[in-house]
């Protein structure tokens, strides 16, 4: 039987401006992993090439033509789609990004390394089980995270990190003693951490395993995590049950 774990990735890019597709392209041609299986320049064209070609992985422009690319991902959405990283020079539309459960926002003009840990994140979460990869090899999931703030790096050691939170284009660390407001996406700390001791429960929540005390779960699906110093982490319906899972 053939391994799914060794399939290419098939994606599909859209944006409206031709050397944006063109950067999009040359990127990932560099992953030998990567299929891509065409392209589009506005919204209308978008859900024509993803309903043809099905892809995993959709690279999706905002602000285009016709239906802009928040339409486009809800649209997807209701048809159970491929995952979404937005590729965009707008700040704003972050928070809706993640409404509909984009994988990934990366913010025009970015860092050729930086597009390569969203791929990489996007390999991880379509070709193993999502929030629970493990690394290869024991050390590859750093001790700490740096914050660049305003002429400063702040660094937060993981064991004391209870939980993360999206808050717009940042993510709020929410650590023993207060928080720190981090201009990163949520996917990004989420490729950072060892999924042996943090769970992306929610769109918009990663949480130390070690610090939840219980688990409430709501009739109509979904719950929260109560933390040990009494903090109310969300839970999503699909994630319950693998939260029940690590808690034992």
């Known amino acids: 039987m053939n391994d799914p774990s060794l399939a290419k990735l098939r994606v599909v890019l859209v944006d409206d401006e031709p050397l944006a597709r063109d950067t999009l392209r040359l ?14 320049a506005d919204g209308e064209a978008a859900l024509e090439c993803v309903r043809r070609t099905r892809p995993e992985l959709l690279f999706l422009d905002v602000e285009m033509p016709g239906l802009n690319g928040m339409q486009v991902a809800a649209a997807l959405e209701q048809e159970a789609g491929p995952a979404i990283i937005f ?11 993640f409404d509909v459960r984009a994988l990934d926002y990366l913010l025009k003009p970015f860092e050729d390394q930086r597009f390569r840990q969203s791929l990489e994140r996007a390999w991880q979460h379509l070709r193993g089980t999502p929030g629970e990869a493990t690394p290869q090899t024991p050390g590859e999931y750093p001790s700490r995270l740096s914050i660049h703030k305003e002429g400063r790096i702040e660094i937060i050691e993981l064991p004391e990190l209870r939980w993360v939170q999206a808050a717009d284009q940042y993510v709020r660390l929410h650590i023993e003693g207060g928080e720190v407001l981090a201009r990163r996406s949520m996917a990004e700390i989420e490729g950072l951490l060892d999924p042996a001791r943090f ?18 779960t709501h009739p109509r699906g979904g719950g929260l995590a109560i933390l040990d110093d009494q903090s ?7 994630r319950v049950a693998a939260l029940r899972k690590l808690l034992g």
Do not use: K, M, N
């Open 27 to 40: 990127l990932l041609a560099e992953d030998p992993r990567v299929e891509l299986l065409g392209e589009a």
């Open 87 to 97: 590729t965009t020079a707008y700040e704003q539309y972050a928070l809706q990004a």
């Open 199 to 216: 769970l992306r429960c929610h769109r918009s929540a990663i949480c130390a395993l070690d610090r939840i005390r219980r688990l409430e």
């Open 232 to 238: 109310e982490v969300p839970v999503s319906r699909s």
